[in-house]
């Protein structure tokens, strides 16, 4: 099974603050990866990384045959194989629910806007608001506006979809919403890189988790066997949390 | 015909002179009336504030120009058309910067916010001594920024006391163009010397602000 | 003394007083469209253009700003007539104006841009849309209407302003009002009819752009947020 992405001993910084210090795994098709670990342990950067919001200064990240490292990049078509979704949603506050969702579909893939719409009304409803179409983002609650912002992602149809703390900014009634969808797209084949707190969902649905420590990859293991981690700083991280 | 020399160049400066005293006129007298307008917006009475608000209207939705013809008019036709032209341009100019700075700081009084009230309420301070220990000293730091930044507004519409004959930069620009005709050279050195006059100021205005900004996260 | 004022005289008139409306309608609403849309772009300019464009931006709402219309007025049109380029005084109104207009336009929209999270054009970025489409669909629409109460006072202002231009003869309704008072004998009351039709205008004119707004800002409409 080849790799969908690919990062090998990635180096960033940020001025004097080393934030990640050789960085090196692979996501395969269909696999859901969980990055977890600390705050200030490196792991959102490395997931803005991969969608190249941030440059590295050493090592090299393929993701869908795109050499995110080369200064030949192209963002664009970058962005067509992968989604993003952010803690704070972003929404776009000025368009409703379905505008946010078929924006990028008219005016990146130049689909037609009775075939955007019907597109957006598709992801939608995947995330279950085809009832909400018509509601602005300050009309929804925090759980529905990133559940929008899932289906926004989804409509480009990305082979690769990225996840940043996306439940952090969530009441825990809210988080299980989320969580819910994601699972659905887990159990529906999307490849998913997610940086979370959640340590039950990493360990539910994950097909791996990565525990990053001080920039590093320190442990890598099963999300079934996240109850037995092989390093005392895993486990006592765990143990914090459990 | 004569060229643009040093002679104009001293001629522009004198006016100037001129449209820093309109101004400040206009910023003083409009200062004092505008506080009496700003007061009135905020006052417990309803026909003061709609007064006031009627006249804030008017002023900002009428050109200063048309203000300054009435001006000048009506003061003749009360029979004072001997007056000086600084007298006419001034009370124009009085006027037209009452309304607006009123507006001005009625917006810097009401930023307060209402909590400053109520905790000089419940001290048992009577409203004057609300308004003068505990709003307007707060409103006064808000007000800095945005009054200095009108100074250069007013500076700049100094220029408008032409009509009715008052003689100060734009108007002495103007009388040198007519019998100089060299529109580029005149007009030129005027807008620079507006823009000596303006351009501190506006950094002022603006370092004044950020400062603010600043203070307030 | 007492004045007896007559209105009756300038009874005869008032098809060039509605005349002068219609003109300075024209010249304001012109005047508003070319400067917002230059004064947008400017702004735009400002915070992504190449380094040398910020300046020159920067430097030419400076000077702008900090110097009289009506000489900014006088160098436009005369500066214009002794370049020997005959020039309608309506044309050199417009061109001061909007000269004039664009430079505030710059500093209220920049205000705008700035409001709009770095977060939104990262996550349009991420969406793949290009740079244009961002800020077309991103982030130009939250700007203006995070900035339109400024944008609609500075409008109204300029129309105001326009009068300023009866300085050079351009046809508009204080220019009207020059004339009608010197044939009539009857300034005081021409300038009170005058100042009134401002008045009117500028109530009418704050209302067109209310309703624009209401038109245009559906997010506003449908939640009933004050404009």
């Not at chain 1, 602005?136 to 759980?143: A, D, K, N, R, T």
């Not at chain 2, 007064?51 to 900002?60: D, R, W």
């Not at chain 3, 929209?109 to 849309?129: F, I, N, T, W």
């Not at chain 3, 009608?180 to 004998?185: H, V």
Request: aromatic letters at 10%.
């Amino acid at each position: 099974m080849s790799a969908v992405v690919k990062l090998s001993n990635v180096h960033k910084s940020f001025g004097s603050l080393q934030v990640l210090n050789g960085v090196s795994f692979d996501v395969n098709r269909g696999e859901v990866v969980a990055i977890i670990g600390q705050s200030g342990s490196g792991k959102s950067t490395a997931l803005r990384c991969i969608n190249a919001l941030e440059t590295i200064e050493q090592g090299s990240i393929e993701v869908c045959g795109h050499q995110i490292h080369s200064p030949a990049l192209d963002k664009r078509a970058l962005r067509l194989d992968v989604g993003i979704v952010f803690q704070s949603y972003n929404l776009f506050p000025h368009l409703t629910a379905e505008q946010n969702v078929m924006l990028a579909p008219t005016c990146v893939r130049k689909l037609g806007k009775k075939e955007a719409r019907d597109l957006a009304q598709d992801c939608l409803a995947r995330v279950g608001l085809a009832e909400k179409a018509g509601h602005y983002p300050e009309q929804l609650s925090g759980g529905q506006q990133q559940r929008v912002a899932i289906a926004r992602s989804l409509a480009m149809q990305p082979k690769v979809m990225l996840f940043d703390e996306v439940t952090s900014a969530l009441d825990p009634q809210l988080t299980g919403e989320v969580l819910k969808v994601m699972e659905d797209l887990a159990k529906g084949g999307m490849t998913m890189i997610l940086v979370t707190h959640e340590m039950g969902f990493a360990r539910k649905v994950a097909s791996n988790v990565i525990y990053m420590r001080n920039g590093k990859v320190w442990e890598t293991l099963p999300g079934h066997e996240l109850n037995n981690p092989q390093t005392a700083e895993l486990r006592e991280f765990i143990g914090h949390d459990l | 015909m004569p060229s643009f020399g040093l002679g104009h160049v001293e001629f522009l400066l004198i006016a100037a002179l001129w449209t820093l005293a309109l101004s400040a006129i206009a910023f003083l007298g409009g200062g004092v009336l505008g506080f009496l307008i700003a007061l009135a917006r905020v006052s417990d009475s309803k026909l003061l504030r709609g007064l006031a608000g009627a006249y804030v209207q008017i002023v900002q939705g009428t050109p200063l120009l048309i203000l300054l013809f009435l001006i000048y008019f009506g003061l003749a036709i009360v029979g004072f058309d001997q007056l000086p032209a600084l007298i006419a341009a001034g009370a124009g100019l009085v006027i037209y910067s009452s309304g607006f700075l009123g507006e001005i700081w009625r917006g810097c009084i009401e930023s307060v916010p209402k909590t400053q009230w109520e905790a000089a309420e419940c001290l048992a301070m009577t409203r004057w001594q609300r308004m003068t220990r505990v709003i307007l000293p707060q409103a006064l730091r808000i007000a800095t920024a945005p009054t200095v930044g009108f100074l250069v507004q007013i500076i700049k519409n100094t220029s408008l006391a032409s009509v009715v004959g008052f003689v100060e930069l734009s108007q002495a620009g103007k009388l040198i163009n007519n019998s100089t005709f060299e529109p580029f050279r005149v007009f030129i050195t005027v807008a620079i010397i507006y823009f000596i006059i303006c351009y501190p100021l506006s950094a002022w205005s603006r370092g004044l602000e950020r400062r603010l900004n600043v203070g307030r996260r | 003394m007492t004045y007896q004022f007559d209105f009756s005289s300038l009874l005869p008139y008032w098809q060039e007083f509605a005349q002068g409306v219609w003109l300075t309608l024209q010249l304001s609403a012109i005047s508003t469209v070319l400067g917002f849309v230059g004064g947008a772009l400017c702004a735009i300019a400002r915070a992504d253009g190449p380094p040398w464009l910020q300046r020159i931006v920067g430097a030419y709402v400076e000077v702008i700003r900090n110097t009289p219309l009506l000489v900014q007025i006088f160098i436009v049109y005369f500066g214009i007539a002794v370049m020997g380029i005959r020039i309608d005084a309506n044309v050199a109104a417009v061109l001061a104006l909007v000269v004039n207009v664009i430079a505030y336009t710059c500093e209220i929209m920049r205000a705008g841009l700035e409001s709009v999270h770095k977060a939104q054009v990262e996550a349009a970025d991420c969406l793949g849309l290009s740079k244009a489409q961002t800020y077309w669909h991103v982030v130009l629409r939250p700007a203006i209407e995070r900035v339109y109460p400024a944008l609609v006072s500075q409008y109204v202002l300029l129309m105001l302003a326009s009068s300023i231009t009866s300085q050079i003869s351009a046809e508009e309704l204080t220019a009207v009002a020059n004339r009608i008072q010197s044939d009539t004998f009857r300034s005081f009351e021409t300038y009170i009819v005058v100042g009134l039709l401002y008045l009117a205008l500028s109530f009418v004119v704050r209302a067109a752009f209310w309703a624009f707004g209401m038109l245009v800002f559906t997010r506003r409409r449908k939640l009933g947020t004050p404009l």
